[in-house]
C-alpha cells in the first residue's frame, strides 16, 4: 500500500490529452512540492516534473505538472506512442522520508 | 556525464547480509545527498534511505529501518547500503540516485542502472 494514491492504469489514443492524479495527506503533498518520474519499459525512472510543474531541461512541453492542496495531477498533451511508460508521483513528508504513488500504467491505444 | 553505477546485488539467503555500492562520476559527489531507492518484481517504486552531503544524517523507511544502514565514503565518491537480517520481501532492484541539493532533500534528478538483489532459501 503506496502512501500516496494514483490509478493504476490510464489510456489514451495518440494525440489526445490524459491526466493522471495522485493523492496524498497534509504531511506530505500539503506541506512539500511533488516531483514525477517517468519509467519506461526495462530502464530506472526519469525526473519528469519537479517543483509541482517544472520541467527539467529536454522534456517537452507537452508534460505539464499542478498541485492543489492534497492532490496533484500530471498531464500529457498531444499523446505520443512513446510516452507508453509507468509514471510516479513522489514527495518527501515532514519527517523527511520519501514517499511514492504506486505507479500508474500509461497505455497509448 | 553524470554517472552512477551500482554494484553488490547477488542472490542471498533469509537472515543474511550484503553490501550495496554506487559508484558516483561526473560531478562533485559531496555536494549532494544521496539515496537508495528499491523495486520489488513487477511493483512500484519504494524509497529506502538517504544521506546527506557530510554523511551527518541518515533517514530510512520504516520497512528497514534497524536492519539497514547508509553510508558514503566522499574520497572515493561512492555510496553503499549495508543490508542485515535481510527477509525476503526485501528481494528487488536497488537504485542509487543523486539529489539536486546539499540538505534537506529535495529530489532525485540522476538515477543509476540498478543493482538486483535477490532474498531466497
Known amino acids: 500500500q503506496s502512501v500516496l494514491t494514483q490509478p493504476p492504469s490510464a489510456s489514451g489514443t495518440p494525440g489526445q490529452r490524459v491526466t493522471i492524479s495522485c493523492s496524498g495527506s497534509?504531511?506530505?503533498?500539503?506541506?512539500?512540492?511533488v516531483n514525477w518520474y517517468q519509467q519506461l519499459p526495462g530502464t530506472a525512472p526519469k525526473l519528469l516534473i519537479y517543483?509541482?510543474?517544472q520541467r527539467p531541461s529536454g522534456v517537452p512541453d507537452r508534460f505539464s505538472g499542478s498541485k492543489s492542496g492534497t492532490s496533484a495531477s500530471l498531464a500529457i498533451s498531444g499523446l505520443q506512442s512513446e510516452d507508453e511508460a509507468d509514471y510516479y508521483c513522489a514527495a518527501w513528508d515532514d519527517s523527511l522520508k520519501g514517499v511514492f504513488g504506486g505507479g500508474t500504467k500509461l497505455t497509448v491505444l | 556525464e553524470v554517472q552512477l553505477v551500482e554494484s553488490g546485488g547477488v542472490v542471498v539467503q533469509p537472515g543474511g547480509s550484503l553490501r550495496l555500492s554506487c559508484a558516483a562520476s561526473?560531478?562533485?559527489?559531496?555536494?549532494?545527498?544521496m539515496h537508495w531507492v528499491r523495486q520489488a518484481p513487477g511493483k512500484g517504486l519504494e524509497w529506502v534511505s538517504l544521506?546527506?552531503?557530510?554523511?551527518?544524517?541518515?533517514y530510512y523507511a520504516d520497512s528497514v529501518k534497524g536492519r539497514f544502514t547508509i553510508s558514503r565514503d566522499n574520497s572515493k565518491n561512492s555510496l553503499y547500503l549495508q543490508m542485515n537480517s535481510l527477509r525476503t520481501e526485501d528481494t528487488a532492484l536497488y537504485y542509487c540516485?543523486?539529489?539536486?541539493?546539499?540538505?534537506?532533500?529535495?529530489?532525485?534528478?540522476?538515477w543509476g542502472q540498478g543493482t538486483t538483489v535477490t532474498v531466497s532459501s
Open positions: 544521506i546527506s552531503w557530510d554523511g551527518g544524517s541518515t
Open positions: 561526473g560531478f562533485t559527489f559531496d555536494d549532494y545527498t
Open positions: 540516485a543523486k539529489d539536486v541539493g546539499l540538505f534537506p532533500p529535495e529530489l532525485m534528478d540522476v
Open positions: 517543483s509541482n510543474n
Open positions: 497534509s504531511s506530505n503533498i500539503g506541506s512539500n512540492t
